[in-house]
């Protein structure tokens, strides 16, 4: 379903809308979230994270992917696609290039260089929904231009994105709401709900914002995007259950304290929690050494898991599922503020018995986090080769066990080689009457296409 309107005034009306909520949330949040939740990597890149007009919106069409489609063609996806995945390519590039057509520029971008490097995901996610035997509802970190969401889509998985990079946000609901319409979730419309009272008088006899937003995130809606300041809100704003957690090339260009808040965030019922990644990012900025990282796993027992593929569809050694279990809680503002002496440090000195008692039982059930705990600390001292076991890893950990799709399930197992791929792609320019590559991509060859991060 496309949007018949001018996309250039839904781009306005994102644009005005965003900014505006953005700048009220940062009102209200701590410097620490704030500094937490800071693109760094970005900044340190120098690559823009605010837009000053709406216009800059088509820079980030099919941004971060430039000059790596053959590379990925070939490494990532063994050297083919299936006919249902070049399928799924070709409408979409169609109606990424109704939306960028609108810019007038020298080029029409159609999220080719994203959407390839995106299909590992997908056929992974695939997988794992024919392993479970339902409709996936995943969560992506860090969507970028937002092509894995198309494809997502297009896939029938309902997908939900968050982003705290204002650029990116502003593209990805501007172009979700131009193809969706009412269709998407823009839950950046609505504004930071942190103070319940306030909240409650504002809406008089009607619904609160914070009712119809807590519907909203726990419906399943085939597209949503959750803003920052949402996302940051624990106290009011309860997240659904995600089947999959993707974090594709960001996982440690995360600071530490961040990943460990969306870990806690996206699984608050101790259950376990798969987690997607293709490409780990880089560590160079957010100084994520090895010891952080073997922390992380101990903290939150993560182990690797397996992806159980076809015999037909290769899934690559940069795919990584893992899982993780949450035993730390939340704790609200009203907990500080009633109990001094958690607040400040203080220790009671004469302990009765039963006091006592309760102390040991507590010892107790802290065992194994205090035997995990005396495991690192041993480690670090006395072993120097201290590595975590999965995060940072390229184990490639596909099952041996093969399921077999139907027909109707994969249409068929024709595969698309790249010379065929491009015909594709040559026959979508022609139509466009324009080149797909972003001028990017132009500058970066001109440069040193090795060198582009």
């Known amino acids: 379903m496309i949007n018949k309107k001018n996309p250039i ?4 009306k994102v644009f005005s809308v965003y900014n505006c909520n953005e700048k009220l949330a940062l009102k209200e949040f701590s410097n620490y979230k704030l500094r937490a939740f800071h693109p ?4 340190y890149y120098n690559f823009p994270i605010f837009l000053n007009s709406p216009e800059e919106v088509f820079k980030y069409l099919d941004t971060m992917q430039e000059n790596r489609i053959n590379t990925n063609y070939f490494y990532d996806l063994g050297g083919y696609l299936l006919e249902d995945e070049m399928k799924a390519i070709e409408n979409i590039a169609i109606r990424v290039s109704s939306y960028a057509k609108f810019f007038k520029k020298r080029t029409v971008p159609i999220g080719i260089g994203h959407m390839i490097s995106s299909i590992s995901t997908i056929r992974s996610l695939i997988a794992i929904q024919k392993q479970k035997k339902k409709k996936l509802k995943v969560i992506e970190i860090g ?3 937002g092509m894995l969401g198309l494809l997502a889509n297009w896939f029938n998985i309902n997908y939900t994105s968050f982003d705290v990079t204002n650029a990116f946000a502003i593209q990805i609901c501007s172009l979700y709401r131009f193809l969706f319409d009412k ?3 823009d839950l950046s419309s609505i504004p930071y709900l942190g103070n319940l009272e306030r909240e409650k008088k504002a809406a008089k006899k009607s619904r609160s914002n914070i009712e119809y937003l807590k519907e909203k995130i726990q419906e399943d809606n085939k597209m949503t995007f959750i803003p920052w300041w949402h996302f940051l809100n624990e106290e009011n704003i309860p997240l659904p259950r995600y089947d999959v957690v993707i974090m594709n090339h960001c996982f440690f260009e995360i600071k530490e304290t961040a990943n460990r808040y969306i870990l806690k965030r996206l699984n608050q019922n101790e259950e376990k929690q798969l987690v997607l990644c293709s490409y780990w990012g880089s560590k160079e900025f957010t100084n994520i050494s090895d010891i952080s990282a073997y922390k ?7 182990s690797q898991e397996k992806i159980i593929s076809s015999n037909d569809i290769y899934i690559p050694k940069t795919i990584h599922l893992f899982s993780y279990k949450n035993n730390h809680k939340f704790r609200n503002f009203e907990f500080f503020e009633k109990n001094i002496d958690k607040r400040l440090g203080l220790k009671e000195i004469n302990l009765t018995k039963k006091k006592r008692t309760m102390k040991y039982k507590i010892i107790l059930k802290c065992a194994p986090f205090i035997l995990n705990l005396y495991a690192y600390f041993y480690n670090l001292f006395f072993r120097k080769d201290l590595k975590p076991a999965v995060l940072g890893k390229e184990i490639k950990k596909i099952s041996n066990e093969y399921i077999s799709y139907s027909k109707t399930d994969r249409n068929n197992s024709n595969k698309i080689d790249f010379k065929l791929f ?3 792609i040559k026959n979508i320019e022609q139509l466009n009457g324009a080149p797909s ?8 060859n001109q440069v040193n296409s090795k060198s582009h991060v």
């Open 9 to 12: 005034e839904i781009i306005n």
């Open 40 to 43: 760094n990597t970005f900044q």
């Open 143 to 145: 969507p970028g231009s």
């Open 183 to 185: 269709h998407f979730v």
């Open 296 to 302: 992380l796993e101990l903290e939150f027992g993560i």
């Open 422 to 424: 491009c015909s594709k």
């Open 437 to 444: 590559f972003t001028e990017d991509e132009f500058f970066c």
